[in-house]
């Protein structure tokens, strides 16, 4: 990697930071408010295992909702489409990521997609195991393995500021329940969404998995096909229509590459057969999405000619 290429990505850094002071950290999760809404931080793998990074790199956070399209990954490989697509659909919903309207509005009685809560809810109950802790050790077993990084852990203190406070995922749950969408307990599979939700990493971290899913889910340092191709392809697919939450179709236009946000502020981008990303704001627009993490994306895309709707 060369020194202007590196000099690049500070100053990428450095014109986030005029709209961040626009931005609101998340604070329906008790333990999110505590963020610094003036960190930024952006890393880029390349298919070689080089990194460029920028910013406040060593900043940990939590995934959230990039955590669906991983969930999502790990129940397609454990049960197969038919089973997964049994319980939730395929379709961008237009409404806010935690929405529970079209849970009643639209028959049969299945969530939209598996990106907003109520369907990764529906899939996170798909993963195999025995148990609420097998399922979550096998998940984290498959985010360490497509992070190259057997570090990763979940925070704690995350996961219980959200499982104490989730009323909004427990009203969907029960609904579910109720429809028989889910089966199981509410409670347990609460606590597995939460700890789900609370894998922690850094924006390194957070590109090495992008760049899994940009090399059609093979490991490029081993060669070896961590997620099917048919199941990355889906995945990729769902990060483009719904990845951003309802902010889905601007961001494919502005920015055009298969991403996933998450509201600790956290954003993971897959360009296909060239880079992981991974960046980090905690400052927040309306939709959920990290204003300083939009804005880096949408400078690399123009910079580097990203855009996979590009001729
Ligand atoms: N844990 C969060 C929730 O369920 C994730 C939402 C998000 O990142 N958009 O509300």
New binding site residues.
Partial sequence: MTCQENEQLEAIVEEAKHVITHGKVAT??PALQSADPNALAVAIYRPDGSCLAAGNIDIKFTL???SKVLVLALALMDRGEETVFHKVGYEPTGDP??SIIKLETISPSKPLNPMI?AGALAVTHLICGNNEEEQFERLLTFVRKLSNNPQVTYCENVAHS?FET?YL?RALLFYMKQHGVITCDVEALMKL??KQ?AIEMTCRDLARIGLIFAMGGIDPDTGVQLIPTAINTICKTFMVTCGM?NASGEFAIRVGIPAK????GGIMGAVPNKLGIGVYGPSLDTM?NSIGGLKMLELLSKEYALSIFRT
């Fill in positions: 329906y999760i959230q909702s990039i990521f935690d809560n959200e989730a995922n969404y939460t939700c939450y946000s998450g509201v600790s959920g």
